[in-house]
Structure formats: structure tokens, C-alpha cells
């Protein structure tokens, strides 16, 4: 009975020593990937627009431009956000994908027929103050 519990308890240290190193690997995997990451620009510039669906709109338009990682636009605050590796795309390819789709931005004005497309909620007074 004791060589058979002495077994039991070898196979499960064994197991458990096993797992760990697989751990370790995947902790080490990810750790090289990290290390090899492109640095990204961040760019913060006002965009306008008025609600939820602007919000959503908005952020597809920048994320649909080759090379960017991130975007946030603020609702309250009129501003996104947005990472993107510059070897890429630049600041301006953004702003002309977000005014393609109907919003004005700091450096683009918002394409009027996309403009006039754009739900009622979401047309935006054009002088509204933007930084």
C-alpha cells in the first residue's frame, strides 16, 4: 500500500513540474514578442461630432487606415486618440479617412455628401469649437 500511494505521489510531482515548465515558456514566448513591438505614435487632435453613434463612426473611420492600433474619440471632450505606427501611415491619412466620412477634424474638413448621409443626431454644428 505504501509503494502504491509513494507512486501515486511521484506521478503527481511529476505532472506538477511539467506544468510549470510549460508556464514558463508561454511567460517567456510573450516576453519576446513584447521586446519586438514596433513603437507607435500617439496623436490627440479634436474631431467634431455629437453622440454615441458619431463615436462609433468615427473610430471605424481611423481604425480603417493601415497601421493604426488604437482609437478613442472622446464624446464630451471632441478629441481622439490614436497609436499608429508611422512607417505605415501618417497624421494626415486620418484625418482624410475621418472627414471621408462625414466629420470635420482639426486638419480636414468632413466630406459634405458623407456629412448629409450621416444620421440627424449626428450632424454636428460646423462652428463647433474643437482644439
Avoid at 66 to 73: E, F, K, P, T
Avoid at 84 to 103: C, E, L, N, R, V
Amino acid at each position: 500500500m505504501k509503494n502504491v500511494i509513494l507512486s501515486i505521489a511521484v506521478i503527481v510531482a511529476m505532472g506538477l513540474t511539467s506544468c510549470k515548465n510549460e508556464t514558463k515558456k508561454d511567460a517567456d514566448t510573450t516576453t519576446t514578442e513584447v521586446s519586438n513591438e514596433i513603437a507607435m505614435t500617439e496623436l490627440s487632435f479634436g474631431v467634431r461630432g455629437n453622440c454615441g453613434m458619431c463615436k462609433k463612426t468615427i473610430e471605424k473611420a481611423a481604425k480603417s487606415v493601415a497601421g493604426v492600433a488604437n482609437a478613442n474619440w472622446d464624446v464630451d471632450k471632441k478629441k481622439m486618440a490614436v497609436s499608429f505606427d508611422d512607417s505605415k501611415t501618417d497624421a494626415m491619412s486620418i484625418h482624410k479617412a475621418i472627414a471621408a466620412s462625414g466629420y470635420d477634424t482639426t486638419k480636414a474638413a468632413g466630406d459634405e455628401e458623407a456629412y448629409k448621409n450621416l444620421p440627424g443626431c449626428c450632424q454636428y454644428d460646423h462652428s463647433m469649437e474643437i482644439d
